[in-house]
Every structure is written in C-alpha cells, then in structure tokens.
C-alpha cells in the first residue's frame, strides 16, 4: 500500500459524481484510517436500521439490525454457500455465519480489508465457515452456479457498473437463488453542477430509485421487493460523524487536521442531502 495522504485528500474530496474505478476504492479502504475504524462499531461500516422514532438503538445496535435484516431476506438453508460482494472487515459475514449454520465467502478489492477480515475470522473461531478474498467483483473467479446465494450489503455503490456486477453475481449463484441488496440510490437525479460538486468520487456510483429494478432484470435476475428505508437509516451519518470525532487524535495522526476535517465534513453533509436515499432488494435468479 502507498501511504499518501495527499493522495487520499484526492480521492475524498466532495468534487464531482464519477462512477469509481476499482484500484480507487481498494486503495480508498487499504488506507489506515480504516485500521482506526474497524475499532469502532465492531468493525461495521455500513449504515444502520432503525424500525421508528421509538427505535433507541446504539448506532451499533442499529447495524447489527440492518444485517439482521439482509440475513432475514437471504433466509438460507443448512450449509448453503454465501457470496458476500464486498465484505469489509467481515462483520456482516461472521454475524450471519453465526446466526446460521452456512458457509461465507467474502470478497473485496482492498487487500487490507481481506488480511483483517481473515484475521478476525480466525480469532472467534470461525476461520473453517468464513473465509475472504481480493477479488474484484466485475469479473467473479468462481465457476458457474458454485454458490446457493449472495448478498452486497452497502457495496453497490462502488461498483462502476451494477449490471456487471450482478450479471456476474447471477452466472455464480444457483437457479432460485435469493440476492439481498442494501444500497444508496438518488431519490431523485442531480441536476446541475451545484448539487454535483457535492458528491464525493468513491460514493458517486448511484442509481436513481426508479431505475433500480431495470438494473436488476439486465443483470438476468428478478426484482422481488423493493423498499425505501431513507428515514430508517440516515441517522446513520450523524453517528458516523460522532464515531470520527470520538478518535480525532488518531486521525488527525493520520490525516492531518485538514483532512480529518474534510472527513467529518463530508459525511456531515450526507445527512443534509435530499437527493439521497437508502433502499432494501430482494432480488432473485429464475
């Protein structure tokens, strides 16, 4: 990994909406500063769920729901074979492995996120049911129909063409194959350059809402549910914001008091941003 901070500035910095290529984001989540993340949270990094206004939970809490709820959808059978498209440090994929008696393989195209992921798998004792590899999701080493199920918690919106994606996702998983997806969408496009330069390079491949399920029917799957869940979720990006600054010090270690700054200032702008939602799919391979 190349430690360049400057660079990193570059590939956060709230600029312009551009689909993300892969070496970006590998090198986007190989950076240190997810060293001091993965601390936080149980090492989730993707947004939470909370069911109402009378939902108090932690922000930790929250996210173990939201994966509560991708297990709940993919509803595996006894020693099924789970595709994880973009594992992060593996979280996800061990609470499921331990929710239910299934295998779980996990890919992603940081090297660091997979050696942590592997890491950590191994000290709760669930090296022999989870496993993780770089791989990069647009072209799947895995030979056809070699896994009863998949799921992309909060990794589509880095992909630089879903339809890939999920076409790949569709060749490896077995006919009646049920694909739970949580994502970022646009409630509605951005339109003009003032609502674009706010959108930062490696979260800028969004698709609006009502596209979704197009994508999912090219990509050869069919779209079963799809369900808005913007309000249940974006209280996420305060929290996020509060976990940055509970470790300001070794961040600002790492990144220099301006690009913390410009860290805490991105994620804050997410939660004022019309143009974003969040949505739940069920999507399934005939």
Known sequence: MVNNDTKLRDVVKVEEVRPPNTDTIGYYYDHSIFDVMAELWDGNLHYGLWWDENDHSSFQEAAEEMTN??????????????????????TPAMQLARARPVEVVGISVSERQVARANERAR?????????????????????????????ALESMLHMPDKVQVLSEVARVVRPGATIPIADMVY????????VASQYSTVYAS??????????IERAGLVPADITDVT???????????????????????????????????????LAHMPELGYVLITARRP
């Open 69 to 90: 709820e991708m297990i709940r959808r993919l509803n595996p059978r006894p020693g099924a074979r789970i595709l994880d498209v973009g594992c992060g440090n593996g």
């Open 123 to 151: 000290a709760a004792g669930l090296a022999d049911r989870v496993s993780f590899e770089h791989v990069n999701a647009m072209d799947l080493p895995y030979e056809a129909e070699s896994f009863d199920s998949a799921w």
């Open 187 to 194: 409630k509605r496009p951005p339109d003009g350059k003032d």
């Open 206 to 215: 969004l698709t609006p809402l009502e596209d979704y399920a197009g994508v």
């Open 231 to 269: 309000k249940e979720t974006f209280p996420t990006n305060h929290a996020f914001a509060a976990g940055l600054r509970s470790r300001r010090d070794q961040f600002v270690d790492i990144l220099g008091a301006e690009g913390y700054e410009l860290l805490i200032s991105n994620q804050e702008k």
